[in-house]
């Protein structure tokens, strides 16, 4: 059974950061990608970014480019996602996914269950 584990949401003042992670185990493919979305109230879910395990490919929304950085420990199966320079529009549900490849993530059935992140002074 595929099982993704986010942690280290929390509240921060705007301007400051935040580390989440996303720890995936019980998969059998050997090259995957893992990818953080994110959903506030009353809103679409957002991809946020995505890295491949295969070659270390990140890929980011323009939303949070220059400010997010995701990195990747493959011997963990674990991907982390660095906030930096944190707005109050960066606050909502932080949600790791897992499939093959970046493109196919977004409709991929795993997924994590969550982790808040609320941007507030």
């Known amino acids: 059974e595929v099982r993704l584990v986010e942690s280290g949401g929390g509240s921060v003042q705007p301007g400051g950061s935040l580390r989440l992670s996303c720890a995936a185990s019980?998969?059998?493919?050997?090259?995957?990608?893992i990818g953080w979305f994110r959903q506030a109230p009353g809103k679409w879910r957002e991809g946020v970014s995505c890295?491949?395990?295969?070659?270390?490919?990140?890929y980011y929304a323009d939303s949070v480019k220059g400010r997010f950085t995701i990195s990747s420990d493959n011997s963990e199966n674990t991907v982390y996602l660095r906030m930096d320079s944190l707005k109050p529009e960066d606050t909502a549900v932080y949600y790791c996914?897992?499939?093959?490849?970046?493109?196919?993530?977004?409709?991929?059935?795993?997924w994590g269950q969550g982790t808040q992140v609320t941007v507030s002074s």
């Open positions: 890295i491949s395990s295969t070659d270390g490919s990140t």
């Open positions: 019980g998969f059998t493919f050997d090259d995957y990608a």
């Open positions: 996914a897992l499939d093959r490849d970046c493109g196919i993530i977004p409709s991929t059935k795993f």
